[in-house]
């Protein structure tokens, strides 16, 4: 039995989280929203070059699709981060500012907010595991320039 005091407090922690950042208040309109959304891969293909450009729109953006774009893409804008802005190659070098700033806010569970829906593990693993590989990418050929 959980003291009633710390139920309260929780409950209180919880909605305030939950107020934060949200857009989607109603279970109804995150369900119809989920709905919509492409399936995800269950399994990253592991074969495709960590980093890369086939790997990001194999793995990677259909995960931003489903988590990320109604608060960052072409809608909404939060923060001025926007994951529907990659096109090719030379755009992850270009933005690559977005995907610093999305490792440390997935890294801290952040984002999604708490009360989005939220990346699996394996996907998350999936996310980091691909920005970190891109950061390596970039640091490499910024020391070779
Ligand atoms: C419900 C809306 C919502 C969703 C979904 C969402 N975000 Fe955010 N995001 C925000 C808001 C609001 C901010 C700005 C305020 C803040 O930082 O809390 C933000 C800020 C950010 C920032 C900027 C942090 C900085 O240092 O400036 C990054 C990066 C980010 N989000 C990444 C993501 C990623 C990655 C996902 C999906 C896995 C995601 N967000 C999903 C609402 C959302």
Redesign the pocket.
Known sequence: MIPPGLLAVSLAALLTACT?????GSPAVQTAHAAAQPAVPAAPEATLPPGSWVAFQRNIEP??AR??????GPD?S????R?DLFTDEESLHTRID?????????YAS????P?????TQTELNA?VGWIAARQKIEATAAVAR
């Open positions: 934060h950042g949200s857009s989607h995960i931003l988590y990320c774009f109604h608060c960052h909404r939060e923060n001025g981060i994951f977005t995907f610093n700033k999305a490792i440390v806010m997935l952040k984002m999604p907010p009360c989005e829906y939220q990346p996310l």
